[in-house]
Nanobody, 126 residues
């Protein structure tokens, strides 16, 4: 399977920016979609942004217009540029990859990925 390693998390003040990275390795030829999911303790995981090989991209309602997902296929790296951060963006952010050939909107809503990274913490202070 694929291995995913995130980096780039940290602490920032509200209004600031952060960029998360996720390096994929292993059996990645079967991966069709990659994305970011976040979770706050005691709450369900929330789909943040997903990009798929068919060109589809989807964002969670709370981050649309502020976050941007991109992928560098040469480096097998997924990025999440987070701008205008809010305290409510505070969460553990996970990189995830899915093999099912479905559109990004499916993964945003279901969070039904095959592979997960270990997560990177993002903390936004007011």
């Amino acid at each position: 399977g694929a291995q995913l390693v995130e980096s780039g998390g940290g602490s920032v003040q509200a209004g600031g920016s952060l960029r998360l990275s996720c390096v994929a390795s292993g059996s990645i030829s079967s991966v069709f979609c990659m994305g970011w999911v976040r979770q706050v303790p005691g709450k369900e995981r929330e789909g943040v942004a997903v990009t798929c090989n068919d060109g589809s991209i989807s964002y969670g309602d709370d981050v649309a217009g502020r976050f941007n997902i991109s992928k560098d296929n040469d480096k097998n790296t997924l990025y999440l540029q987070m701008n205008s951060l809010k305290p409510e963006d505070t969460a553990m952010y996970y990189c995830a990859a899915g093999e099912s050939r479905l559109r990004a909107l499916y993964y945003i809503r279901s969070r039904n990925f095959n592979y997960w990274g270990q997560g990177t913490q993002v903390t936004v202070s007011s």
